[in-house]
Nanobody
Framework: QVHLVESGGGLAQAGGSLRLSCAAS????MAWFRQAPGKEREFVAG????????AYRDSVKGRFTISRDNAKNTASLQMNSLKPEDTAVYSC?????????????????WGQGTQVTVSS
């Protein structure tokens, strides 16, 4: 069983920044997903177990940055230039495979989720 602990999130104004962190009980390929009310969960960003490969959904490229600290088994998501449409519950996830996948079903373990609200 993999235990994930998320932190960060909260309320920001449009154009502002927030940072999310996720601590895992081991080293895994990790990703952040988000789910807005009435919408399906969607991939936001992912990072390979080594930290050498990252992936982003198009709408956050250039604004969000995912990084990791392998000494602490944590992954962080720095979110800049936030928009109201970024409002959602953000969840950290890990998978047993090495490559970064963008589908919900590729990830086995999930955090509890943290709310991100961006006001206009």
């Amino acid at each position: 069983q993999v235990h994930l602990v998320e932190s960060g999130g909260g309320l920001a104004q449009a154009g502002g920044s927030l940072r999310l962190s996720c601590a895992a009980s081991g080293r895994y390929t990790m990703a952040w997903f988000r789910q807005a009310p009435g919408k399906e969960r969607e991939f936001v960003a992912g990072i390979h177990q080594s930290g050498a490969i990252t992936a982003y959904r198009d709408s956050v490229k250039g604004r969000f940055t995912i990084s990791r600290d392998n000494a602490k088994n944590t992954a962080s998501l720095q979110m800049n230039s936030l928009k109201p449409e970024d409002t959602a519950v953000y969840s950290c996830a890990v998978r047993n495979g090495l490559d970064v996948r963008m589908t919900v079903y590729a990830y086995t373990y999930w955090g509890q989720g943290t709310q991100v609200t961006v006001s206009s």
